[in-house]
């Protein structure tokens, strides 16, 4: 005879954990079980476990927490592009600041004097760039467009998206469409989404040349959704615009400060515009820029940063790894009329970061906002024997880990006190935590 089925066992939730899965205790054991709730009594399947942990899903809602609410998203059970559509908006917020605060706890042995106030904004339609996957599957009776499931390769089988922004969430189904009726339908692995202030850019990722059909199709695509059609054939940087060719640039604005910056639809930018305009804006508040001080700005991209310190007066010296990103910057300077209080050069921060901080003059004020990595190397150099002039770092991070290495290594033996930190929830119903932090000495 068969031995009868154990019962599923069963969970007290007391928080979210940096992917935003609930976390309980049992027997002593950490739970990390999906889709629960803090406060949410569960029961749970464990699917894989470990000697002091284990990663579950959750089977049943036994009492449901009051945060708990309807996803929005009909496709959200099985698409990646979001994991928190069932928290409230504010526990979401909430268990990013606990993640940072943690994070600097317990890997930097810091603790902020004051914790800043989250900066949020658009929670839908908010995802301005966004890499949209493309399969043809004969079984499914055309192509998917979309995200990709949740843990998994496979492309959701999605027909609209409620983050993506610019109507771009509408045109998941008309997108499948005219993709279900190219001649190289099966040779088009990703459509990359760039919504600007005046123009939507899809850009095709092509393993082969588009045939007269295809190009015909395309073209009546674009005039009837009002979108520009650009084209890649290798990596990022031969994207092209294909059509229509005399579409409006590409752009954001930062209407604070009265600029408007250009970039290409494969160039990094800032993914929430709205929250951008508010974390930009905390960035100036905490580092002041004075009319004719230099200020440094690492990292500096096509100049999201350096130009609205430029726009109040200061005199700033923009670093970036990318060649391209240098001379997109220096061209967004020209076109915002900063070319006499900023300049921009090219250096790996990384590798070669010696050479580079040494044609960075005597500055007390600096801006960093490195990638995931962090700035650690950087952080090095930043000592006040090697840079006594130095009295305030902002420090923006989309990594909390890292943020809360870097500040260790400031505050413990660079002689930085860490003044003030907080969140800044760029992506709305996801576990990505941004985050933006204050460093005086003095």
């Keep these: 005879m068969n031995s009868p089925a154990l019962p599923a066992p069963t969970a007290r939730v007391e928080s979210l954990d940096h992917e935003g899965r609930g976390v309980a205790h049992v027997d002593g054991k950490a739970v990390f079980i999906e889709g629960a709730l803090p406060r949410e009594l569960v029961t749970y399947q464990p699917s894989r476990k470990k000697k002091n942990f284990e990663t579950a899903k959750l089977l049943k809602i036994l009492h449901a927490s009051p945060e708990r609410i309807a996803?929005?998203?009909?496709?959200?059970?099985?698409?990646?592009?979001?994991?928190?559509q069932h928290v409230d908006p504010s526990l979401q917020v909430a268990a990013k600041q606990r993640v940072l605060e943690?994070?600097?706890?317990?890997?930097?042995?810091?603790?902020p004097e004051r914790i800043l106030p989250p900066i949020y904004a658009a929670q839908w339609e908010y995802r301005h760039r966004a890499r949209l996957s493309v399969n043809y599957v004969a079984k499914k009776g055309g192509v998917l467009v979309g995200f990709r499931e949740k843990k998994s390769s496979y492309v959701a089988d999605m027909h609209s998206c409620v983050v993506l922004a610019g109507g771009v969430g509408r045109l998941i189904d008309p997108l499948r469409e005219v993709m279900s009726t190219l001649d190289i339908r099966d040779r088009i692995?990703?459509?990359?989404?760039?919504?600007?202030?005046?123009?939507?850019?899809?850009?095709?990722?092509?393993?082969?040349?588009?045939?007269?059909?295809?190009?015909?199709?395309?073209?009546?695509f674009?005039?009837?959704?009002?979108?520009?059609?650009?084209v890649q054939v290798k990596g990022p940087d031969t994207a092209l615009p294909w059509y229509p060719l005399d579409a409006p640039e590409l752009t954001y604005v930062l209407p604070e400060f009265g600029l408007e910056l250009n970039f290409r639809p494969t160039e990094f930018t800032q993914v929430n515009h709205a929250v951008n305009r508010l974390m930009v804006k905390r960035a100036m508040d905490l580092l002041q820029p004075q009319t004719g001080e230099d200020i440094a700005d690492l990292f500096c991209g096509l100049g999201n940063f350096s130009l609205p310190i430029a726009a109040l007066g200061a005199n700033v010296i923009g670093v970036e790894g990318s060649q391209s990103l240098v001379q997109r910057a220096t061209d967004n300077s020209a076109r915002n009329d900063l070319s006499h209080v900023s300049?921009?050069?090219?250096?790996?921060?990384?590798?070669?970061?010696?050479?580079?901080m040494k044609q960075i003059p005597a500055v007390s004020k600096m801006l960093i906002d490195p990638p995931r990595d962090g700035a650690l190397e950087v952080c090095k150099l930043l000592g006040a024997d090697l840079r006594p002039e130095l009295k305030r770092i902002v420090y923006v991070a989309c990594s909390p880990g890292t943020l809360a290495r870097d500040a260790g290594l400031l505050v413990h033996t660079q002689g930085f006190t860490l003044k003030a930190a907080g969140v800044v929830n760029m992506f709305p119903h996801t576990a990505h935590v941004e985050s933006i932090a204050l460093f005086e000495r003095d």
């Design 189 to 220: 692995p990703q459509i990359e989404v760039a919504v600007g202030h005046a123009v939507t850019a899809l850009v095709l990722r092509l393993l082969e040349p588009l045939t007269a059909s295809d190009e015909s199709k395309l073209k009546t």
């Design 102 to 111: 943690d994070n600097l706890a317990r890997i930097g042995k810091v603790t």
């Design 343 to 356: 300049r921009f050069f090219a250096a790996d921060l990384y590798t070669d970061q010696e050479t580079a």
């Design 71 to 84: 996803p929005r998203c009909s496709f959200y059970e099985i698409c990646g592009g979001c994991v928190m």
């Design 222 to 230: 674009a005039d009837k959704h009002k979108i520009q059609w650009w």
